[in-house]
């Protein structure tokens, strides 16, 4: 599933990859439609199983407020910064992570353009992670923020998750699915350039967080490093 994530990322970010199969499809194109079958398949079983476990309304009711809050703690979560949620977990970093590389916004349309849906699947997320963050500690529902996971500190946040992994029954294996890609989807997000792209123009409005982070030093033709012979030599040597 973190395939078909990836694809729809990364044609809402305006970007695609060339090549065909002889039949007009992309490579991009090809290996999200063999994976969104059955990941789609899997995740048909959400409503269900929010039924069974009482959740169904709550995702129904699950405002934009409420699911951006708790994206936003998830990406806090999975790349800390200096923002006020990195803050709140109690893991943070001097320097901006991944609320300010926009991957929030990113996360949830990604996660409902891949599965159009009612309740969304960004609704479902958040309801099911606020759902399990009071289970994990009852008074996050009462907190900074209006989401209860986003109420949590680091480790909460990291039993919340675990706790979903441990869910068993027939109705189980849609919400694991759904989790055990997430936290990728969120990170690929965090580093890439979806949150300044600029789609109209098909250009970057300001260097992406993620090439900060991992001192990318961008496209280019070449760099000085690989000018030059080896070991700092000044010609090549007379019997080469």
């Known amino acids: 599933m973190l395939e078909t994530f990836v694809s729809a990322a990364l044609e809402w970010g305006g970007v695609t990859e060339e090549g065909s199969f002889g039949m007009g499809l992309s490579r991009r194109e090809l290996l999200g439609r063999a994976t969104l ?22 995702a129904y009711s699950a405002g934009p407020n409420i699911v951006e809050e708790t994206m936003k703690g998830v990406v806090a979560f999975v790349v800390p910064g200096r923002d006020r949620y990195s803050i709140a977990q109690g893991t943070k970093s001097a320097k901006a992570g991944g609320i300010e590389a926009g991957a929030t ?10 599965l159009p849906s009612n309740p969304s699947l ?29 109420n949590l500190s680091f480790a909460e946040k990291a039993k919340v998750f675990q706790t979903v992994e441990g869910f068993s029954g027939s109705d189980a ?39 900060s982070l991992t001192q990318y030093g961008g496209t280019a033709d070449g760099h000085p490093e690989f000018k030059g012979y080896l070991e700092n030599r ?3 040597e007379p019997n080469a």
């Open 105 to 114: 916004a990113a996360v949830i349309e990604t996660l409902d353009r891949y």
């Open 122 to 150: 960004s609704a479902t997320a958040a309801t099911i992670l606020n759902q399990v963050a009071q289970a994990v500690r009852p008074a996050s529902a009462r907190g900074k923020f209006p989401s209860a996971f986003a």
């Open 173 to 211: 294996g849609s919400i694991r699915f759904l989790f055990g890609n997430l936290p990728d989807l969120v990170a690929f997000a965090a580093y890439s350039e979806v949150g300044v792209l600029d789609r109209r123009r098909g250009r970057l409005r300001r260097r992406p967080l993620g090439w």
């Open 37 to 58: 079958l059955a990941g789609g398949a899997v995740l048909a079983g959400l409503p269900d199983a929010l039924r069974v476990r009482g959740w169904l309304e709550d």
């Open 234 to 236: 000044r010609a090549a």
